[in-house]
């Protein structure tokens, strides 16, 4: 096992071989404050240059085994993927219910969502391969109203990507604090965002002027990415598997012009 120290954390590596060779992956443990937290790690050994860096906020289920897929994903890549905990170490909604009440914490309060994300920014930010000048955020659902809340908050992201994520905001004036570039990938036909909450979100951007893009999938809702969601659109809440693909390879698209990665 090892530590290293950060601003606000202490991280404790745990490593783990992957089935690929030269991926490995690591739980790291890390705080805010005295709030315990754990997050996960993934990035390619073989590779010893500094290299960009990805921030993966979850959904509103927590840290789960998806978060984690799309790290390793983004590690085979070259990427140094980090999938960072909101909710606390132990904290694993177990319903639908129970992760309402916490998403509820950090919507309500997006000063302390911030926070979350800003303790696993100084926490990945320690490991020594990490380019430090190529840090970016991304998020599902929940996480995805979290990556735009950490823009906003000015934190140095040269890429923001929000996947089927919440767009509004409680400070729309904080998007003149965002530094790089966005990237909205969402449902066409998502009741969760209504139209209302689209166009005040395209407003709040082009009135900072950002350089953003917005990408609707046609017949898409809310958690298009996730399997798990089921299939019935009626629910507001279903995978499409067109939708995930496509957002996925934009995504790519996003990252070789922002942060490609040098190997």
């Given amino acids: 096992m090892k530590m290293f120290a950060g601003l606000l954390s202490i991280l404790t590596l745990q490593w783990t071989m992957s089935a690929s060779a030269g991926l490995k992956t690591e739980n790291i443990e890390y705080k805010d404050g005295k709030t315990?937290?754990?997050g996960f790690i993934a990035y390619d050994d073989s590779l010893k240059n500094p290299r960009p860096t990805i921030l993966i906020v979850?959904?509103?289920?927590?840290?789960?085994?998806?978060?984690k897929m799309r790290a390793q994903q983004l590690a085979e890549?070259?990427?140094?993927?980090?999938?960072?905990?909101i909710y606390g170490k132990g904290v694993r909604p177990t319903s639908t219910a129970d992760a309402g009440k916490q998403a509820g914490i950090y919507k309500n309060d997006p000063k302390l969502f911030r926070q979350r994300i800003k303790a696993a920014l100084d926490a990945v930010k320690t490991d020594q391969r990490v380019d430090q000048k190529k840090l970016l955020v991304m998020g599902y659902c929940f996480g995805g109203m979290g990556a735009l809340e950490a823009a906003r908050a000015g934190f140095p992201f040269v890429g923001v990507t929000s996947f089927h994520g919440t767009l509004k905001t409680k400070t729309p004036q904080d998007a003149k604090n965002i530094k790089g570039k966005v990237l909205v990938l969402?449902?066409?036909?998502?009741?969760?965002?209504?139209m209302s909450e689209v166009e005040a979100f395209q407003k709040e951007m082009n009135?900072?002027?950002?350089?953003?893009?917005?990408?609707?999938?046609?017949?898409?809702?809310?958690?298009?990415?996730?399997?798990?969601?089921?299939?019935?659109?009626s629910k507001g809440v279903a995978y499409n598997e067109k939708a995930d693909r496509r957002s996925w390879q934009a995504?790519?698209?996003?990252?070789?012009?922002?942060?490609?990665?040098?190997?």
Avoid at 207 to 233: L, M, R, W
């Fill in 58 to 67: 979850h959904q509103w289920m927590g840290l789960t085994d998806y978060e």
């Fill in 77 to 85: 890549k070259g990427y140094v993927a980090f999938a960072v905990d």
């Fill in 186 to 194: 969402h449902g066409a036909i998502d009741p969760n965002v209504p």
């Fill in 36 to 38: 315990a937290l754990e």
């Fill in 251 to 263: 995504y790519m698209d996003f990252l070789g012009e922002v942060a490609p990665v040098s190997k």
């Fill in 207 to 233: 009135d900072a002027k950002v350089d953003y893009q917005f990408i609707a999938y046609s017949g898409a809702v809310h958690a298009f990415t996730q399997k798990e969601a089921g299939n019935d659109i």
